[in-house]
């Protein structure tokens, strides 16, 4: 049976109502796939196991939301990381939640602090690749679980970095709050990098700001990696799924 990409019905106005009553009597976490992500869940088993426990699965792309509805007539909402990290920290945290940050360097943790007036913030930036090296990656999972319970874990480490850590959380049964996979979201929030203009945005056009930006770095994911979505779009199976199902 192929595998089946769930994607959940929250645009972000509704998602924000989600996170701000999720509590920390339990456990969740968040995925936000982009066109790399789809790819990767087409290729890579151990990247598809992570989707299969997230608890939400959230668009993050206006691209790949024009696909869906072209090639297939399927309507998903997006609720990009970046907008959901920048909203939950202006209209959703309070200075007294505790705040788990994993990835990002220690003066992007203080200028989250600084310019939100957090007083619980607990910030570990890992090695590079650490999840290729069990002792890091174990020294990353207790420390999250030390902190726990915590209003929300912001895991900044990369993808599949942050969602084989979030999956690990979950499986191991000791953390308590909600984590969140947030990619890049703490160099934008920070000033670090700057996103699109809002019209880039609002046209789809954000992937290629980033690629002027950034060409480098970004050329292969966009131009050779990414295309391959149109022909896997085809071979995959992409469901928008209600609330609670």
């Known amino acids: 049976m192929p595998a089946v990409l769930n994607l959940d019905n929250y645009d972000l106005p509704a998602f924000l109502r989600v996170v701000a009553a999720f509590g920390i009597e339990g456990f969740g976490y968040v995925v ?3 066109v790399d992500h789809v790819i ?12 299969d ?3 939400y699965i959230l668009l993050d792309s206006r691209v790949l939301a024009i696909l869906l509805k072209l090639s297939r007539g399927l309507i998903a909402p997006v609720c990009t990381g ?3 990290t920048a909203h939950l920290f202006r209209t959703v945290i309070a200075p007294t939640d505790r705040v ?8 992007q943790a203080q200028t989250l602090v600084r310019n939100f007036g957090l007083r619980d913030v607990h910030h570990l930036n890992p090695p590079m690749d650490f999840i290729r ?3 890091a990656t174990e020294s990353c999972l207790e420390f999250i679980e030390g902190c726990s319970p915590f209003r929300f874990c912001l895991l900044a480490v990369g993808s599949p970095q942050q969602e084989i850590v979030a999956q690990q959380l979950k499986l191991r049964g000791r953390a308590r709050g909600l ?8 160099n934008f ?3 670090e990098e700057q996103r699109a203009p809002a019209w880039m945005q609002r046209v789809s056009l954000e992937w290629l700001y980033r690629l002027l930006r950034d060409p480098v770095r970004l050329s292969n994911r966009y131009l050779i990696r990414g295309p391959r979505v149109f022909a896997l779009l085809r071979k995959m199976t992409i469901a928008v799924r209600e609330p609670g199902v």
Do not use: Q
């Open 53 to 55: 426990r997230a608890t």
């Open 133 to 135: 090296d069990p002792a």
């Open 40 to 51: 990767r869940f087409h290729d890579d088993e151990v990247f598809r196991a992570t989707y």
């Open 32 to 34: 936000t796939p982009n």
């Open 189 to 191: 929030l920070t000033g």
């Open 82 to 84: 970046s907008d959901l």
């Open 100 to 107: 788990v940050i994993i990835g990002g360097t220690d003066l």
């Open 179 to 186: 984590a969140l996979c947030i990619g890049a979201s703490i």
